[in-house]
């Protein structure tokens, strides 16, 4: 072991004793790690200000009780938490995700991994991110009315436009933004951009909610044109049936390519010749009605494979776009046997640890979420400047600015991930967005 293993692997050895057993965060800070200590190490200002142990502390959590009333009068308890990462190139940002997974450990990582992609999306973001273990499936909505001005009760005071802005995230979508903003707004008596992911009726942005899964689809585009390639004609698994994974279905639909599936947890929508915008919208509509996609319309040529995962099938992309550690390492080996050439992360950090090695020993192109999903923050960013500015884009401004937005990212990432004729995506991502953070903690002191 050189020198400067020793000092990576010093780092990560100690890093359990101030995480703890918070597995999701570890995994998150050691694949950055990786990569940037031994140029923190090499570089005396970076390693003096100690960049990344101090990124690998949240600058604070939040934690709170949220109470409210079910439909039947009953009283019900859930835990939330805000935690706060860096604020160090600008305001905190992030979405909040409304799941029963969710836990400090899990929101530790999100939060960190927000600081890293609002960093590449070169707009003035920090990287924040919140949520419950509050549970929608099944609840009305007048309770998850109830619940979300419950939580915004006690979020209210740590959040505003120049302070922390939050967003949405899994379950949280305009609907649960729409309550949220109105109980900040009566809370704060103040119409501000203390939140995007807004309805269009009230400050919102076009494009926001496409912004996930069009920016995917554009970043992926960049990396098929490093290859003197392009998307038309090319078969693409994507997981999910959300908002990210519908809207990159439908954008890559519109491009030409063939989008055999879809997925939830019980199995994958599949349908071999290419899924047609209908069925996409089909989807949508069931999930927004809480319906399962298991009996697809006759006629759509889909079939539903039960149990069953997107990976499995013979595709030359495959975009995971549920949710974090979805694709394992017996799941990568899938991908390598179907000669799959192009993998880009719509989820947060969807591939475990063994995955992304499979895939990098078998020279698959793969795009970290931290860089190919940042079309959704980087709308949320421009949906911050039009609030302060009370001046609007079209559908077709916002649509270009993600656009352009992708292309500058992916030429950050790929400048600094190129190495010989390949592009290492991950390493690029970590040291631009490290470069950038390293820069603004070392010009603003020991603080
Ligand atoms: N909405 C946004 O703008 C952004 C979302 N993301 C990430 O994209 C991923 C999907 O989020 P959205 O589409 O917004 O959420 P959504 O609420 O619209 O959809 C949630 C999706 O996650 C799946 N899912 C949830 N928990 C799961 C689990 N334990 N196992 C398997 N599947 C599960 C659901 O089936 C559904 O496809 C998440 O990792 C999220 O953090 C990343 C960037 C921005
Ligand atoms: O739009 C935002 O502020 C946050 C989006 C988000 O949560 C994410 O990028 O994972």
Redesign the pocket.
Known sequence: MNRRDALTHAFLSDLPNYVGSQNTFLQAVEDVANDVLPVEKNDPAYAAAKVLRRLAEPDRVLSFRVTWEDDDGEVQTNRAWRVQASNVIGPYKG?L?F?P?VNEDILKF?AFEQCFKNALTGLPLGGAKGGSDFDPKGRSKREVMRFCQALMRELAPFIGPDRDVPA????V?TEEIGYLFGAWRKHAELFEGALTGKGLSYGGSEMRVE??GFGLIYFVECMLSERGDDIAGKRVAIS??????THAALKAAERGAVVVSLS??SGTLHVADGMSADLIQWVQAQKAAGKDIDTPPSGSGATFNAGGVPWELDVDIALP????N?LTGDMAKMLVDNSVSLVAE???M?LTSDAVDILRRNDITHAP?KAS?AG??AVSGLEMSQMSHRRFMSAEEVDAELKGIMQDLHGRVADEGRDGGRIDYARGANMAAYRRLADAIVAQGII
Do not use: F
């Open positions: 979405g995700r799941h997974t999100l949405g995230d899994i379950n979508g912004a996930t999910g049936k959300g908002n990210v994974a939830d947890t776009c549920a949710t974090q979805e719509g989820a947060n969807p979420g999903n959704g923050v």
